[in-house]
Structure formats: structure tokens, C-alpha cells
């Protein structure tokens, strides 16, 4: 399969299929009804000539066509492209996602990407079709949609969940969208809301496979005491939003569904926490398009047959993710979790609820007093604590992933395994390889590839733009770590044969 999907045949053929794997890539607007469909919408196929193209559902509400109320192609999984491309496009989706728009404005998200405001709409205009209000309204119609067919909250808390402005604001735009009231749209849900009343409770939409279970695993290894929590199948954890403490848990159910619950101090928290959420798990992800791009390689075949829809997992919060790597490097993954945990009951931030990860003033302030290990490593990371307090380092999603990296680099005590492994984690860059990784290496040499840095660096070429993926395979693939007892018991019988042979 291509990617991404730009050839107007291929997308005919991929609605004419109705193949669930381009939901979310574009829609598909049908000028003889006015409506526009998720590729895999099963109401008759449109002739071509009535088709257009649409690489947002923004794009189709500017140009006139609302949403079909059969598909609801709002419900698909976003678009693995605003991962996989680097522009400012991309950047700008990523950022209206995580609610910008809706806390400092389009203004504040023209400054965030270096333009005009002018200049990002006229931009934002020729490449996707609608300009960011538009988007950040197509948008909101989404969360509004997801938490009338998902909960039980009232119309008036789900519009200032949303981020719209008022009631009313909220009202017009779902009629306009999708030809519907919001207590018209909730009553046409399959099933009923399976929360509690006063909880959140939401199905999280993913392209399959999902190998769920590796993250998990990922998360409980790493899991900060008192901050997260994880277990075979659920993981859950405390965070810091614009509008206050916020929780989350996300659980995966028998039937392999994926169900959110969460709690936010304001409503207009929710939608990016459930940003966040996906981002954790990389549900935006194409796994079928990683998969067969990686088969193609006998060498890594097998990896990717024991373990299809490995996803790479996100970063909860960004600055966060940058002391988590700093504090973890050169250690072992025990060892990092053990002094992020001392670090965090020192200096985090304790709620009704529970704990949060230390701010970065705080980390700055009292955070050589609490971390141990050299001296040099400890002013690396209280320094860029202190940056990223200060703002002079700059640390989003919708960051440029070069200048990102420039500008870590660029800070004491910060390598290119830090600044790639926070460009993995946090811009969700799909295309990343960390040859100085030990454990990464181990994986690739028990998995028949190159060991060491150069030769994996110029085998892994080979599989662009999907190296993060591979990275997590060759992960996955790494021998177990003797521990200090097995290696005090093997040290202890080898002195012994040697004691032995003395004459």
C-alpha cells in the first residue's frame, strides 16, 4: 500500500473496496448529495464524477458537504499523515489537536509555528483545504460527537468540553455538521454510554492490529510510583493540564476495544487529554502500512510476525519526556525508574487525587539536591529544566523536528540519543533510529542485523520512513539483561573452575 494516498484512482478504488485501512487518511465528498463519507462507508459507491477529495473533514465543511449520518466518518481514527510528515501543516494539526486554538487563539498558534496569522490561513488554505478556524471547528464537532455517543454529560458540558464557546456555538455547528441536533445525534447511538453518571468513558477508535499489550508493558516498566500505574492491561496515570490536575485510565477490554476513562479539572481539558491519550498509544498509526513495508525484509520479517501493530508509545507531556530521557540515559531502565521515583516524591505535586510529575521551576530550584549521579549530568538536567521553565527552550508537539533537535543539542549534558529519543516519544516522528542504544543494539544483533552503530545505521535505510517501528521491534527483540545475582553466581563459578585448575 502507498502512503500516503494522494492518486485520485487509488482513493476510487480503496471507497470502491470500502477498505477500513484509509479511514481517517481523507474523506470523500459526493457532489450529487452534499455529503461526505469515510472511505469505507458502506452506502453505495459514487460515480466518479460526482467525487471529490478531501484530505480534512474541515475541508469538506468549507466547501459546503456535512457529514453522513450512516458512517460518521468524525468517528475514524486521525490521519497517521500529521506524524509522518514534518511541515508546517502537520505541526499546525498536531497543535490544534492538543487545544491551542482554543487557549490562546489562532494567534497564538500562527506565533508557535513562526507566521502571520494571515499567512498561516492562506497557507493552512492551499495545502488542507480550510484554513485553522476551520479546523479547530471540525475539531470540536468530533469531541462534541465522540462524548454525546460516549457518555451521559449533559449537551451543556459537552460543548465547553468540546472548546466551544457557548451552548448555542456548540448547537449550530453539530446541526451544520452533521445534519443533526446533539440530542438527535446521541439517540442514534448503537449502543448506550457505559459510563457511571459523574464519569468519563469513551471507546478509543484504532486502526488494527493493535499490539496494546506491548505498550503496557512499556509503560509498566517505566512507571513512575504514585504518578502511573500499569498493569497487563490498562494503564492509567496523573498529569498536569492547562486548566489543572487531570487522571486518565486506559483500559483494554476482551473484545480488544479500548476504553478511556478520565477526569479533568475544567471541561475544556478533555479533548486534549484525549489527544494525549492517543498519542500515548500511537492510534493514529497505520499498522498495515508499517507491517508490510518491515515484511519486505526477510531479515525482519519474523519480528514482525510475532508482534504485528507494534505501535511506538507517545509522550504524556513533553517537557516531562525530556528530564524522563536525560535522567535515563546511560542507566538502566530499573535504575532510571528508581531515581525518577525519588525525584518525583521529593519535589512532585500532590493533589486530592494523587501525585504529579515535579514542574520543571521545581526541578530547577531543588532538583540538584534531590538527584544522584555525576555532577556534570545533574547540571545537564536541572539546566534544562531550567530552560524549559524559562520557555528559552521551546519543547511542543508541533514543534519542527530539526529545529527540535538543534536546539537539544545544543544544550549541555544533551546527545543525539536524547534529542532522537524525545523526537520519537514526542513528535511522534515515525522515522527514528537510535544506533547508540545498547539494548537496541543487542536486538538487532540477536535478530541477525548489524551490532554495531554504522552498519545498522546503513541497513536500517532501507526501511524508511518506518525506523521508530523498527526500533521498537529490535526492542522487543533484545536478550534479557543478566541480573547483579545471576552475574555475582556466574563470577563466583568461574573463579572456582579457575581456583581449580591451580596446581
Not at 487545544?99 to 493552512?124: F, I, P
Not at 531479515?299 to 508509545?313: D, N, S
Not at 545544543?410 to 529519543?421: E, L, N, Q, S
Not at 541497513?459 to 526500533?471: I, M, T
Request: with cysteine; charged share 20%.
Amino acid at each position: 500500500m502507498s502512503f500516503p494516498v494522494t492518486d485520485f484512482d487509488e482513493r476510487y478504488r480503496a471507497i470502491s473496496a470500502r477498505d477500513t485501512r484509509f479511514d481517517g487518511q481523507f474523506v470523500t465528498a459526493v457532489r450529487s448529495t452534499g455529503i461526505y463519507c469515510r472511505p469505507s462507508c458502506p452506502a453505495r459507491t459514487p460515480k466518479p464524477q460526482n467525487v471529490t477529495f478531501y484530505p480534512t473533514s474541515a475541508a469538506a465543511h468549507e466547501a459546503g458537504f456535512r457529514a453522513c449520518k450512516r458512517c460518521l466518518p468524525e468517528a475514524a481514527p486521525g490521519s497517521p499523515a500529521w506524524d509522518l510528515r514534518s511541515d508546517v501543516a502537520a505541526r499546525a494539526m498536531r497543535l490544534i489537536s492538543s487545544g491551542v486554538v482554543e487557549r490562546e487563539g489562532v494567534s497564538g498558534l500562527a506565533m508557535r509555528l513562526g507566521y502571520s496569522t494571515r499567512h498561516l490561513t492562506r497557507l493552512l488554505s492551499t495545502e488542507l483545504g480550510a484554513g485553522p478556524l476551520a479546523l479547530a471547528r471540525a475539531h470540536r464537532a468530533h469531541t462534541a460527537r465522540m462524548l454525546l455517543v460516549g457518555t451521559e454529560m449533559p449537551v451543556s458540558d459537552v460543548a465547553f468540553s468540546a472548546g466551544f464557546a457557548s451552548i448555542r456555538q456548540c448547537n449550530d455547528t453539530i446541526r451544520e455538521v452533521f445534519g443533526l441536533t446533539p440530542g438527535e445525534l446521541r439517540a442514534r447511538r448503537r449502543m448506550p454510554a457505559s459510563a457511571a453518571p459523574g464519569s468519563i468513558d469513551l471507546v478509543l477508535p484504532y486502526r488494527g492490529p493493535l499490539d496494546a499489550s506491548g505498550v503496557f508493558q512499556w509503560m509498566a516498566a517505566r512507571a513512575v510510583s504514585g504518578v502511573e500505574e500499569a498493569t497487563v492491561t490498562s494503564f492509567s496515570r496523573h498529569l498536569r493540564m492547562a486548566g489543572g490536575p487531570a487522571w486518565f485510565e486506559v483500559r483494554q477490554e476482551p473484545s480488544a476495544r479500548l476504553h478511556l476513562r478520565a477526569r479533568v479539572t475544567q471541561l475544556g481539558d478533555l479533548a486534549p487529554l484525549v489527544s494525549t491519550a492517543r498519542r500515548i498509544f500511537d492510534l493514529d498509526a497505520d499498522p498495515l502500512a508499517v507491517d508490510e513495508a518491515l515484511s519486505s525484509h526477510p531479515e525482519i520479517a519474523p519480528l514482525v510476525a510475532r508482534t504485528p501493530g507494534i505501535r511506538v508509545p507517545g509522550a504524556a507531556d513533553p517537557h516531562e519526556m525530556l528530564i524522563r530521557a536525560m535522567i535515563g540515559q546511560q542507566i538502566t531502565v530499573v535504575a532510571a525508574r528508581t531515581a525518577l521515583t525519588a525525584l518525583t516524591d521529593a519535589l512532585g505535586e500532590r493533589t486530592e487525587h494523587g501525585l504529579l510529575f515535579p514542574t520543571m521551576s521545581a526541578i530547577a530550584e531543588h532538583g540538584a539536591e534531590v538527584l544522584r549521579g555525576p555532577g556534570a549530568r545533574i547540571r545537564a538536567i536541572v539546566g534544562a529544566a531550567s530552560a524549559l521553565a524559562e520557555g528559552s527552550l521551546p519543547l511542543t508537539v508541533g514543534d519542527d523536528g530539526v529545529e527540535q533537535r538543534a536546539a537539544l543539542l545544543a544544550m549541555p549534558g544533551i546527545g543525539p540519543w536524547t534529542a532522537d529519543y524525545v523526537r520519537m516519544r514526542v513528535l511522534g516522528n515515525p522515522d527514528i533510529l537510535l544506533p547508540g542504544d545498547v539494548a537496541l543494539r543487542a536486538g538487532a544483533a540477536a535478530s541477525g542485523l548489524p551490532g554495531d552503530p554504522m552498519p545498522l545505521v546503513a541497513w536500517a535505510e532501507r526501511v524508511a520512513p518506518w525506523r521508530s517501528y523498527l526500533s521498537a521491534h529490535l526492542w522487543r527483540a533484545a536478550p534479557p539483561r543478566p541480573t547483579r545475582a545471576s552475574t555475582i553466581k556466574s563470577a563466583t563459578a568461574v573463579a572456582t573452575a579457575v581456583s581449580k585448575e591451580k596446581p
